[in-house]
Nanobody
Framework: QVQLLQSGGGLVQAGGSLRLSCTVS????????MGWFRQAPGEQRDFVAA????????LYADSVKGRFTISRDNAKNTVYLQMNSLQSEDTAVYYC?????????????????WGQGTQVTVSS
């Protein structure tokens, strides 16, 4: 059984930075595609970023391109989301996700496993 444990997040002022981490257990992280999604109150769960199993290819939502960076350290079974130049619109609960396929996907229902979620609040 794959489990994803998130850490990081919190409260930051606009323009600041945060880093989220997601540690995989139950399966070697290098065998799964990883992604990050976010969900604001009353909104649907939106794609943020994804990374292929070896880390060679990344994919970002237009709203975070140039500000967020997804990376992974398979030796530590961990995926990261570095968030810079944060804006109030980035406020949401952030979820890491994993899928057993080989390709990155942007739809939440194409991911098989989910982290517990972590709140990111950006104050203006």
């Amino acid at each position: 059984q794959v489990q994803l444990l998130q850490s990081g997040g919190g409260l930051v002022q606009a323009g600041g930075s945060l880093r989220l981490s997601c540690t995989v257990s139950g399966r070697t992280s290098s065998s799964i595609v990883m992604g990050w999604f976010r969900q604001a109150p009353g909104e649907q769960r939106d794609f943020v970023a994804a990374i292929t199993r070896g880390g060679a290819t990344t994919l970002y939502a237009d709203s975070v391109k140039g500000r967020f960076t997804i990376s992974r350290d398979n030796a530590k079974n961990t995926v990261y989301l570095q968030m810079n130049s944060l804006q109030s619109e980035d406020t949401a609960v952030y979820y890491c996700a994993a899928r057993a396929g080989a390709r990155t996907k942007t739809n939440w229902d194409q991911y098989d496993y989910w982290g517990q979620g972590t709140q990111v609040t950006v104050s203006s």
